[in-house]
């Protein structure tokens, strides 16, 4: 019973360089986020989705792209990586339009030097 | 949007002794609110949820907390701690419809229990 899988857990870039999170989850959710998580500030949320194909931005967006191609799979990409973008970033996903429950994710740790 | 204010960032209580961490939000005609807990190295999980009805909600792991409209606050307690409740513990809010598919987390508060 994987839920939701993040990958990679661990990644190091250097400035400019692009990369692309991957968050997948086998619970047939239709709703998919993106948050980071910073000391002292809690989770934000970056992008969400309501459904395949769709994605809406959050809190803060800058810096990021999202693609919801296939219901299961939400991208999280960085196109030049810059040392803000140095965080904690957590996938979930939700069933239905009110939020009971987010699944998350275990996190991937990102360092942009 | 809603804003949720954590007003500890750090609270460290003695094994068996009770907690209370602090949650207050903006105001709303309607809210759900959650209290998710993260143990080390690992991503978020539910502690409890109020949508709806009885004010006093009780979760997991001996935890409750109470929903309180008119201070707008949404506290969370244990009655007696474990050293196994260290962890950070994160209260959210979420809009009411249609808006109730994005949650807005409060900074969060370390809890350390200490033997």
């Known amino acids: 019973n994987a839920g939701v899988t993040q990958t990679p857990k661990f990644r190091v870039l250097k400035t400019g360089q692009s990369m692309t999170l991957l968050c997948a989850q086998d619970m047939n959710h239709e709703y998919m986020y993106w948050y980071r998580q910073d000391p002292g500030m809690g989770l934000r949320l970056i992008h969400y989705?309501?459904?395949?194909?769709?994605?809406a931005k959050g809190e803060v967006p800058d810096g990021y792209n999202v693609s919801r191609l296939k219901k299961q799979n939400f991208l999280l990409g960085l196109e030049s990586a810059a040392p803000s973008q140095t965080s904690v970033y957590f996938c979930a996903s939700s069933p239905s339009v009110v939020i009971e429950k987010l699944f998350f994710g275990s996190g991937t740790q990102l360092s942009v030097l | 949007a809603q804003s949720v204010t954590q007003l500890d960032s750090q609270v460290p209580v003695f094994e068996e002794a009770p907690v209370e961490l602090r949650c207050n939000y903006s105001?709303?005609?309607?809210?759900?609110l959650f209290w998710y807990v993260q143990y080390p190295n690992q991503g978020l999980q539910l502690l409890l949820k109020?949508?709806?009805?009885?004010?006093l909600v009780k979760g997991i792991n001996g935890f409750e907390a109470e929903f309180n409209k008119s201070q707008t606050s949404f506290h969370l307690r244990k009655p007696s701690v474990h050293i196994s409740d260290t962890a950070e513990y994160f209260c959210?809010?979420?809009?009411?419809?249609?808006?109730?598919?994005?949650?807005?987390f409060g900074a969060g508060t370390t809890v350390t229990v200490r033997a």
């Open positions: 109020y949508l709806s009805g009885s004010t």
């Open positions: 989705s309501v459904g395949e194909g769709t994605t």
């Open positions: 105001s709303s005609v309607s809210v759900y």
């Open positions: 959210a809010v979420s809009d009411g419809v249609p808006n109730d598919y994005k949650l807005s």
